[in-house]
């Protein structure tokens, strides 16, 4: 097989965090990096580029568009939208901008051996990648990812704000440094003035194109890791022409998996680190029984509540989801349970198929639990690297039945804001579930054939203590049974966290190029 290039450290996925991890390692000269993304450049190309647009890249040649297993008792007609582009899903999502609650971090380092990951420790990765226009003393200002705060301009999002005060959820600022258990208030966004997002690529990789000792290969495909025979990670297999032909790609130091939290597993899994039954099953060879892999999948479900407008609403918006609602079920929790995003545009993508009405006009909110206990599996459909994995994220299966009261109790309270004196020029007809959806039992059937993923699947490729068998990684992100080998992206995540998590997976890219040069300069 012929060798491409050869570099001192590859990089799988040039995402929200492959990206960062790439920019970071290449910020040394005496080292190479190559950065490897399957997908094409978001170069010059306004379709990605453009912040408001977001919506029209679902379901296109720039999405994996992973279709789910059925599920036991949630939606199947779900897709998990997974970005093909470089900027990986920070160049396809809608870039709501959160640093993860302090207790989340806290939680990882204590209560899931992953020791240097407490917020005491990352936090400064937060301030180091941000440019944030709050002027709070622990935000970054020289960082490359520029943050917003969302401006009221929204008449009907200004208006739900006063309702769900009146309902007892207050105005809150995001990013503070404190975690809203009960508040709500529009998003920051990591978006430039212009409108362009500011993803990972646009903030890491658009100002280091010409970067000397940093080789960016666009629409190259890695379809295993090379292991030799002392388990090592030595290279890359990709895929060098239209034809399915294979080339190799040297690495001397380290190869680094961003890939994402389903397509990290998987690769991973072609490359006969997984477990060991599984592989067998699909006719992989057994390099590294490891049995976490592809296993503890972890998304926000959300379901949805949608209302006819009496009155138009906006034609234009920074990228439509503009404010989010938190608030604790139960009391003494020191995280909200409970997150609902509010849209202000139609989104009957799972109640038309059921027959509930649609409507021109309309706004929506969509109660999403943030901390589901329900976990999934990735799993290899096949050896073939063509093939799509299978991604079952087994929604609403937690045996405690946590997971849909807390939906339920989500459908309740939007009721009860929108139900407000100052909502009361907007909401319309309920158009579902609609008002004779009223016992616990009606709303929670609903929700199991209509609710959505918000996107945020994670912890596939989990780090744990180094002794733990279910946990594929260590804290130092290497691959437990090889060397020359770690993973960096949401996959890592022992819990997913409370908030939207994009800007935690650039800082887990920060924290991975940290790691990676620490142990540099240690050789």
Not at 69 to 95: D, Y
Not at 142 to 171: F, H, I, T, W, Y
Not at 173 to 182: D, I, K, M, P
């Amino acid at each position: 097989m012929d060798t491409l290039q050869t570099f001192d450290y590859v990089v799988i996925g040039g995402g929200s965090a492959g990206a960062a991890v790439a920019a970071r390692l290449s910020e040394d000269p005496a080292v190479t990096v190559g950065l490897l993304e399957a997908g094409p450049t978001d170069v010059g190309d306004p379709a990605v580029l453009n912040l408001e647009d977001w919506p029209a890249l679902l379901e296109t040649g720039y999405d994996w568009d992973y279709p789910i297993e059925p599920q036991e008792r949630g939606n199947s007609f779900m897709r998990h939208a997974r970005a093909k582009v470089l900027g990986g899903c920070s160049s396809h999502n809608s870039c709501i901008a959160f640093w993860a609650p302090r207790e989340d971090l806290d939680s990882w380092a204590h209560d899931y051996g992953a020791e240097g990951w407490d917020a005491e420790s990352v936090f400064p990765l937060y301030q180091r990648l941000e440019t944030n226009e709050d002027p709070d003393p622990h935000h970054g200002t020289s960082g490359p990812v520029e943050l917003m705060n969302v401006p009221p301009n929204d008449k009907s999002g200004v208006n739900l704000l006063d309702a769900a005060e009146q309902a007892g959820l207050p105005r809150s600022r995001f990013n503070t440094g404190t975690t809203v258990v009960n508040g709500a208030g529009f998003f920051q966004i990591n978006r430039k003035a212009d409108g362009t997002r500011a993803s990972s690529s646009v903030s890491y990789l658009h100002p280091i194109l010409d970067r000397s000792n940093l080789t960016i290969l666009t629409d190259t495909h890695v379809t295993r890791i090379e292991l030799d025979d002392d388990l090592r990670a030595t290279g890359v297999h990709v895929v060098a022409d239209m034809h399915g032909r294979l080339a190799r790609i040297g690495a001397k130091r380290e190869v680094v998996v961003s890939a994402g939290a389903i397509d990290s597993p998987k690769l991973l899994m072609l490359s006969g680190i997984g477990p060991a039954d599984h592989l067998r099953e699909a006719g992989v060879d057994v390099r590294v029984d490891s049995p976490g892999v592809g296993s503890n999948l972890q998304d926000h479900p959300e379901a949805v509540i949608r209302w006819e407008s009496k009155k138009p609403m906006v034609r234009t918006s920074p990228q439509w989801w503009e404010i989010g609602l938190f608030h604790a079920t139960e009391d003494g929790l020191d995280r909200p349970d409970l997150m609902m995003h509010y849209g202000n545009v139609p989104f009957d993508m799972h109640t038309a198929r059921h027959g509930y009405p649609s409507a021109d006009e309309e706004f929506c909110l969509t109660p999403n639990v943030t901390r589901a206990r329900s976990r999934g599996t990735v799993r290899l459909r096949s050896r073939d690297y063509r093939d799509k994995p299978k991604v079952d994220p087994r929604y609403f299966t937690d045996p405690e039945g946590h997971d849909l009261r807390v939906a339920i109790a989500g459908i309740r309270l939007a009721r009860e804001i929108v139900a407000q004196p100052a909502m009361a020029e907007w909401a319309g007809r309920e158009l579902s579930p609609g008002i004779d959806a009223q016992t616990d039992e009606e709303i929670g059937e609903y929700v199991l054939k209509t609710h959505n993923t918000v996107y945020h699947p994670v912890g596939t490729v989990r780090m744990g203590p180094v002794d733990d068998p279910m946990s594929p990684l260590g804290p130092q992100l290497r691959v437990k049974g090889v060397s020359g080998l770690r993973v960096a992206d949401a996959s890592i995540m022992p819990e997913i966290v409370t908030v939207n998590p994009n800007i935690t997976t650039m800082m887990i890219g920060e924290k991975a190029s940290d790691l990676i040069a620490a142990d540099r300069e240690v050789v």
